[in-house]
């Protein structure tokens, strides 16, 4: 074939390859319109999107050129059968960054990086439905690739073509230069965004490579302890005793949602406690997914390469858990997911947490959020958490700082009694007049709607009971989103980290609603300097904070300098005063909290030579350990610290292998007598994933078999702690018992584990096999008679019943 018909046959492959993408763009335009989600310009929108879709597929053209042509010089024809496959390809990726795109609102980018495939599938299924019919988009897309092409190539290049496709080049070149919106992610092709997302994520982490980084002071963060002022005392009634903390942080609880806003109406309670809270109507979260939660919060810290959860180790740190626990409090985190999930308990733990009460310790008499089609459910629903939270308060000595983290307002919406609610929702459509959302909108986001008058009315119910306890009095609770929820479309570049902020308590002496801009990083510095400087407490010399603390001004005024980090490893927004920059473009930010897009080229500098700065900062901090020296910090725990020999022995053994695959690897170290292999790769895999039960019995029963029983019984009943309802542990502390002459204490732990329900023959049979060496035979038979009831046709039952 002649260089002229290959460049002929590859132009009518890019173009083939650009209407695919039209067309996935018209999919996505008529997915949303159909959604209910408003295009402010339906034809600008398509416009702008053709046009960024024509400039990837021309950039994307010139990137493989070289490769049909060097195919085409070894092997004729062997280049088009290529350029087919790989533009299938990425037609393939295109529509699976868009299916993304259409379920969560925000493009793909270098978060991608920052989960691994378990919590993408955790995300996923939680969302979507995965059936055939899910899939076949991914077919007909690439299908549509090859008949276009097909079609196309048969037809003559005319001059007008010609003229028509260099002219959408020098638009598309135009707009990039001269409008600023054409370049807004809204508009972007997703193939491109997530391809330059990742290109800048690695230029920044180059840019600050650790080698490098130098700062002004060795410790930027470490200041006086009354660097902090106390602004909150004039708001409180002080009393002699501590006070309860209780710290509920909303899942996807936007301010939009709230108040007088824009699809305010269905969060009745929380209406309620804006005029007697004192409440930050103009308050931010420091990211826009829950991965920045708890450390912001709880820890006024910085974010790191990827979210501050996911470094490990863990930089040293202080938090709110920590301080409080050196100072008497118990400290309790309740969620109703997997704690695991973002490395929540790691962060936790680290900090020396009391109690961490998770899916894996509620047991009966909870009722789960329905599973999926796929069979996945994130846990328990918000008024679940609540009502457990509850029944554990008693047993907890005050003062306590109680963390609560819901769940419902997410994918898939799903709760108990959703029927009822989506009544309720229909009734308020149709009696509450200052609704400001349309009827229509309403009707395609019903589903949230219900959640978030069912989380509301959770929390109603759960302050409304606790006020009956005693302690009620010298409570402080402390409201607050992680984030506004993603799925309905976002009016702006601020609504997605503009969340209330609320403090309540009957020790206010009154309340007030602030315009001030504060943000998560400013809860725990003015918590902490509130508590210390009007409670006997041991007194903090040092703190080590990411800002200065709330504001406290009524009028509208922002005296802090805020960077975001969107998802995970996209540190693009920043606020600073009354402005935003997102993504290089720049906004006016008025006391309303609404954005005015403005050109000014200096502000714009100083912007980006600011979020700069605070990327700079965040990168020294968290990549050479400088947040807070360990020679002040006597409040947190380590984890588990590997010598440079075991990290050598890890990395060999676990080469290309995942952490359940690891646990294989390391039960058959166990199995042929390799403990001490064995334990190091359990470690391992628990330094990671720190409730993983199976891996943890493993552990403890190598040191059983070693004969370290009493190291063996401490990591078995850590098991049991962590997951009451797990049967393997209690079988490995009935023989452990067993072994060590300890059958006393083999029945009473086997008595707990069937009080906690855990009905498994296996455990009714060692049960009776201990009273059987204790001489109880009345004991023995009477467990086999209950177990056999529930379990008929268990032979081994049977078997040692004839023996009794």
Not at 360 to 375: D, I
Not at 396 to 420: C, Q, V, Y
Not at 515 to 532: A, E, Q, Y
Request: proline content about 4%.
């Amino acid at each position: 074939m002649r260089i002229k018909d290959q460049l002929r046959t590859y132009l009518f492959l890019s173009l083939a390859l650009t209407f695919t993408f039209w067309l996935i763009s018209l999919f996505e335009i008529f997915s949303k319109l159909a959604n209910g989600i408003v295009l402010s310009n339906v034809l600008t929108f398509t416009t702008y999107k053709f046009l960024n879709d024509y400039w990837t597929v021309f950039l994307l053209s010139l990137l493989f050129l070289p490769i049909y042509l060097i195919f085409g010089l070894i092997i004729k024809s062997w280049n088009t059968i290529v350029i087919k496959v790989l533009f299938c390809l990425i037609a393939i990726g295109q529509f699976a960054l868009t299916k993304y795109h259409l379920t969560t609102l925000v493009n793909l980018g270098a978060d991608f990086l920052g989960y691994s495939l378990d919590d993408m599938f955790t995300t996923v299924t939680a969302s979507e439905s995965l059936s055939l019919l899910y899939f076949v988009p991914f077919i007909v897309f690439p299908t549509l690739f090859l008949v276009l092409y097909n079609a196309i190539s048969k037809k003559e290049i005319k001059q007008f073509t010609k003229v028509f496709l260099l002219s959408l080049l020098v638009l598309s070149c135009i707009l990039k230069a001269t409008v600023t919106p054409f370049s807004d992610s809204d508009y972007q092709n997703k193939l491109a965004y997530f391809t330059t997302d990742i290109i800048r994520f690695q230029t920044d982490k180059n840019a600050f490579n650790i080698e490098d980084l130098t700062y002004k002071k060795e410790y930027p963060l470490v200041q006086p302890f009354e660097a902090t002022p106390d602004v909150l005392a004039p708001f409180f009634e002080i009393k002699e005793e501590k006070p309860n903390i209780v710290m509920i942080i909303v899942e996807g609880l936007g301010t939009e949602f709230i108040g007088k806003n824009q699809y305010s109406g269905f969060t009745p309670y929380l209406d309620a406690l804006i005029p007697k809270s004192l409440y930050w109507e103009n308050f931010v979260s420091n990211a826009g997914r829950t991965f920045g939660a708890l450390p912001s919060i709880l820890g006024s810290l910085p974010y790191g390469e990827k979210g501050f959860l996911e470094m490990n180790p863990l930089p040293s740190n202080i938090s709110l858990v920590s301080i409080l626990k050196a100072n008497e409090y118990t400290t309790s985190f309740y969620c109703g997911d997997e704690s695991s999930f973002d490395r929540k308990i790691n962060f936790l733990e680290y900090n020396g947490i009391d109690h961490v009460i998770d899916i894996n310790k509620f047991g009966p008499g909870y009722q789960k959020t329905q599973a999926n089609e796929g069979g996945f459910s994130w846990g328990y629903p918000d008024g679940e958490i609540f009502k457990k939270t509850l029944s554990e308060l008693d047993a907890k000595k005050g003062p306590r700082l109680d963390i609560i983290m819901t769940l419902t307002n997410h994918e898939p919406f799903d709760f108990p009694a959703k029927k009822e609610y989506l009544r309720k929702v229909d009734s308020i459509v149709a009696t509450n007049r200052r609704l400001q959302v349309s009827k229509s909108e309403v009707a395609s986001y019903k589903d949230i709607f219900a959640c978030l008058l069912y989380t509301d009315h959770s929390i109603k119910k759960f302050i409304t009971e606790y006020a009956k306890r005693p302690d009620y009095k010298n409570t402080i609770f402390v409201i607050t989103g992680d984030h506004r929820l993603i799925p309905i479309a976002q009016k702006d570049k601020l609504c997605r980290f503009h969340v209330p902020l609320y403090l309540h308590s009957p020790l206010l002496k009154k309340p007030q609603t602030f315009k001030s801009v504060s943000s998560h990083w400013d809860i725990t510095p003015s918590l902490i300097s509130f508590l210390m400087n009007n409670y006997k407490m041991n007194k903090m010399e040092k703190t080590a904070w990411m800002s200065s603390g709330l504001d406290t001004v009524r009028q509208f005024r922002n005296i802090h300098k805020i960077p975001i980090m969107q998802n995970k490893g996209s540190i693009n927004e920043m606020i600073y005063k009354d402005y935003l920059i997102s993504d290089g473009n720049l906004f006016k930010i008025d006391e309303d909290f609404e954005l005015t897009s403005i050109n000014d080229s200096e502000m714009r500098q100083l912007m980006k030579d600011s979020l700069n700065e605070a990327k700079k900062l965040n990168a020294y901090l968290t990549k050479k350990n400088k947040i807070i020296p360990n020679s002040i910090n006597t409040y947190t725990k380590p984890a588990f610290q590997f010598s440079k020999e075991d990290l050598a022995t890890i990395k060999k053994l676990t080469k290309g292998l995942t952490f359940d695959e690891t646990f294989f690897l390391a039960r058959d170290f166990a199995f042929n007598k390799e403990s001490e292999k064995a334990r190091l790769l359990c470690n391992y895999i628990l330094n990671e994933y720190p409730n993983y039960a199976d891996v943890r019995t493993l552990k403890g029963r190598t040191l059983a078999w070693d004969k370290q029983y009493q190291k063996a019984e401490t990591e078995l009943l850590e098991v049991v702690k962590r997951t009451p309802y797990y049967n393997d542990s209690y079988l490995a502390l009935m023989d452990l018992y067993w072994w060590s002459n300890q059958d006393n204490k083999g029945i009473s732990i086997a008595k707990k584990g069937l009080k906690n329900k855990v009905n498994t023959p296996e455990l009714g049979i060692k049960l009776a096999q201990a009273y059987k060496r204790e001489n109880n035979a009345t004991m023995a038979m009477a467990v086999i008679d209950s177990v056999i009831q529930k379990n008929p046709a268990n032979k081994e039952l049977i078997k040692i019943k004839k023996t009794l």
